[in-house]
């Protein structure tokens, strides 16, 4: 039950329809999320679908440009990464077939 709560939804589009339907008819949002059958913003939130686990970076930014220059320097991470394995590859294989365990006596 608390791990359902905690888990980040999409609920910037949906309140943002909410408030324009409040605004429209001249009400508080908190009184159009009751009228809509919510009881308070944690029920409105678990009905809100969650993020996809694959979706594109861009998508986090409703919870800051922090969220997303994060995904994205991730991404950067992994693609240096692999870059400086495949650079690394021919060394590592001309070495893996010396024997070089002696030499260290």
């Known amino acids: 039950q608390s ?4 888990r980040v939804r999409r609920v910037q589009k949906r309140y943002e329809e909410i408030a324009e339907q409040a605004k429209q008819n001249n009400r508080p949002i ?9 009881v308070d ?10 993020f996809d686990l694959w979706c594109y970076p861009m998508e986090f930014a409703e919870l800051g440009s922090g969220a997303v220059l ?12 692999a870059l ?11 070495y893996s077939q010396e ?3 002696m030499g260290w006596q």
């Open 99 to 101: 024997n070089w365990l």
């Open 70 to 81: 994060y995904f994205h320097f991730l991404i950067l991470l992994a693609i240096l990464f």
């Open 30 to 38: 908190a009184v159009e999320m009751q009228r809509q059958g919510f």
């Open 41 to 50: 913003f944690k029920a409105f939130n678990k009905s809100c679908p969650q």
């Open 84 to 94: 400086v394995f495949l650079l690394q590859l021919p060394v590592l294989i001309t």
């Open 3 to 6: 791990t359902q709560n905690c």
